[in-house]
T-cell receptor, first 115, second 111 residues
Framework: GAGVSQSPSNKVTEKGKDVELRCDPI?????LYWYRQSLGQGLEFLIY????????KSGLPSDRFSAERTGGSVSTLTIQRTQQEDSAVYLC?????????????FGSGTQLSVL | GENVEQHPSTLSVQEGDSAVIKCTYS??????FPWYKQELGKRPQLIID?????GEKKDQRIAVTLNKTAKHFSLHITETQPEDSAVYFC??????????FGSGTRLSIRP
């Protein structure tokens, strides 16, 4: 595709429900990152996928958060039993090789609101 | 290699004046130093980057300088314009698997 695509763009859910956020990276990009951005705050690292290697999950805030990347392309971030503090913009980014020292391309994000 | 400190958190300058934002990193192995700009409601985008084999890089009104001895790099914007108003983030690439961003600087340009 032309860029990193995320869906949905907005998600409103009730506390305790599960949500799935989708990221479609740029075709051919082997590295994929998820970040969380709370209102007016910085970019909090969540998880990183690089090719077929085991993902770096060290940024996931709790075991309610998980992510998968199927076939080295599309990724899904799942939040179980959502809490109000999960409300934020979830940004996905991809890069060509993931070896560092290269540009990250960000999606437009999913605005998650937990009521 | 996961700590990058960014200052100031907010910055307001008169249109036409210069703005400087600084980031300090901890890992001496770091060798790539990018700056991202995030306009209100939009996604972050890379605006300039520098590698450790150079001390300064310019692109029109923006420049990045690197001081490896002191472990800091700075973003310089000259002749600021209203469209420069945004949040700016530096990033630490010392670990290729975990790109950590600075806390951000909200730059406001006063008319």
């Amino acid at each position: 595709g032309a860029g990193v695509s995320q869906s949905p763009s907005n998600k409103v859910t009730e506390k305790g429900k599960d949500v799935e956020l989708r990221c479609d990276p740029i075709s051919g990009h082997t590295a994929l990152y998820w970040y969380r951005q709370s209102l007016g705050q910085g970019l909090e690292f969540l998880i990183y996928f690089q090719g077929n290697s085991a993902p770096d999950k060290s940024g996931l805030p709790s075991d309610r958060f998980s992510a998968e990347r199927t076939g080295g392309s599309v990724s899904t971030l799942t939040i179980q039993r959502t809490q109000q503090e999960d409300s934020a913009v979830y940004l996905c980014a991809s890069s060509q090789t993931g070896t560092g020292r290269e540009k990250l391309f960000f999606g437009s994000g999913t605005q998650l609101s937990v009521l | 290699g996961e700590n990058v400190e960014q200052h100031p958190s907010t910055l307001s300058v008169q249109e036409g004046d210069s703005a400087v934002i600084k980031c300090t990193y901890s890992d001496s192995a770091s060798n790539y130093f990018p700056w991202y700009k995030q306009e209100l409601g939009k996604r972050p985008q890379l605006i300039i980057d520098i590698r450790s084999n150079v001390g300064e890089k310019k692109d029109q009104r923006i420049a990045v300088t690197l001081n490896k001895t002191a472990k800091h790099f700075s973003l310089h914007i000259t002749e600021t314009q209203p469209e420069d108003s945004a949040v700016y983030f530096c990033a630490d690439y010392s670990s290729a698997s975990k790109i950590i961003f600075g806390s951000g600087t909200r730059l406001s340009i006063r008319p």
